[in-house]
């Protein structure tokens, strides 16, 4: 692979189903000084693009994350989380799933079931494709990158004369610590940076390919959060009856009745994309873990014809039919999943900032670390009870490891 999958690859994660509905979520909480999570998380994203990509250069090791928490934090730790992240996989990924799809079926008037069925399609056909192997599954992230960069900008150039200046006043209608509650919502959608460090064992120069990617993807994804979240607040299409569906509003105000197919087809191909860039890194951070002896030897199993990790494919496809099940039976509540994930995020941010400040050399590099490290510190605080989910996860996993290595 090269750069352009690198920048396509990572901007798919990142621009993830967030961006369906949180510029207008967070516009709730915060009103329009949410501009300032979306701005404080912007310029986050350079500093995170590049110390993960220092990370991936350093060490080019399918496990990615977990690689870069064993080299600095040691082996227990690095296990530990790992166990955490096969425990959040079938909540994460399918939860993605399912915002889109139910974004697109909200639009379109589609019932539960439906709902449901389109976002198995969606995890089936992505583990399908990366069967098939690796080049095709990034030059399909490529294509889709663009359609769904394209389509965006044409949404937000649409709403721009809409937009009125009376709608950012009061600016801070909630108080400040709004606005920190802004920023743990939208830490969603800056997850995704560390997506490409699970696949620098299959680019052809991971040393150069990498960071480039990783800076075109934070300019590209920084200039289109802030863009968005400023005509949603100008524009004024959140809360009351246009939480459902916000983007669909805000395209309807410069396409009109087009807005409905438009917003439908988007959101099912964001969807698509970080579901499909987040099948590719986790596939490789349990094939990694089984290959080194962490996880079960047949999660490394390869594909006889295609040498793509099948095992892996295969574990990730039953933790997404059983959570899938689980949601067209239950009918659980997809913001606090969006909070428990988000905040589970963050936490693995910090030990891998952490990380890097023992792995990376520099005084520039390092500061950087400390900077991300610390704001990111701080966003974990605002997010009340649902901190010690990461740390509960960590102590099951270490259970598992325990028990693994015990056997």
């Known amino acids: 692979m090269r750069w352009y999958h690198a920048a396509a690859i990572t901007t798919g994660s990142v621009l993830g189903s967030g961006v ?15 501009l300032l999570a979306w701005l404080l998380l912007a310029v986050l994203s350079f500093p995170l693009a590049l110390l993960f990509a220092r990370l991936a250069a350093k060490i080019p090791h399918a496990g990615g994350v977990l690689a870069y928490i064993a080299a600095a934090l040691g082996s227990p730790l690095s296990k530990s989380a790992g166990w955490m992240l096969l425990l959040m996989y079938p909540i994460g990924v399918p939860i993605v799933a399912v915002i889109g799809a139910d974004y ?50 044409i949404a937000i150039v649409a709403a721009l004369p ?5 709608n950012f006043r009061p600016f801070m209608p909630h108080g400040f610590a709004s606005v920190g509650l802004a920023a743990v919502l939208t830490f969603w959608c800056f997850v995704g940076w560390e997506a490409a460090g699970s696949l620098t064992e299959e680019f052809v120069h991971p ?26 607040i100008g524009t004024k299409v959140y809360g009351g009856h246009l939480s459902l569906a916000p983007l669909s509003a805000l395209v309807g105000t410069g396409f009109g009745v087009v807005a409905t197919k438009m917003t439908a087809i988007l959101a099912l191909l964001i969807t698509f994309g970080t579901v499909h860039t987040n099948t590719a890194s986790f596939s490789r951070m349990v094939f990694a873990q089984a290959r080194d002896g962490h996880f079960p030897k047949r999660f490394a199993s390869l594909h ?9 494919l295969m574990l990730l496809l039953a933790l997404c039919a059983l959570a899938l099940l689980s949601y067209g039976l239950l009918h659980p509540s997809l913001a606090a999943f969006v909070k428990i994930v988000s905040v589970s995020d963050i936490s693995i941010y910090c030990m891998c900032l952490t990380a890097a400040l023992f792995v990376l050399t520099g005084t520039a590099v390092r500061s950087l ?9 701080i966003v974990y605080c605002f997010s009340g009870w649902t901190a010690l989910i990461p740390v509960g996860l960590l102590g099951a996993g270490w259970l598992f490891f325990r028990a693994s290595r015990s056997r």
């Open 369 to 377: 670390a400390v900077l991300c490290l610390f704001v990111c510190a």
């Open 304 to 312: 006889p014809k295609y040498g793509t990790p099948i095992g892996a």
């Open 162 to 166: 809409h937009v009125h200046w009376s």
């Open 104 to 153: 697109a079926g909200s639009v379109v008037g589609l019932n539960h079931t439906e709902i449901t069925l389109i976002a198995a399609l969606i995890l089936t056909s992505s583990v399908l494709l990366h069967v098939r192997g690796i080049e095709l599954a990034s030059w399909i992230q490529v294509i889709i990158t663009v359609l769904i960069a394209a389509m965006l900008v």
């Open 207 to 232: 040393e150069r390919d990498v960071p480039m990617g990783l800076a075109i993807a934070a300019i590209l994804v920084s200039v289109l959060y802030l863009a968005l979240a400023f005509v949603t």
């Open 20 to 34: 369906l509905v949180l510029p207008a979520l967070t516009a709730e909480v915060a009103g329009p000084a949410s």
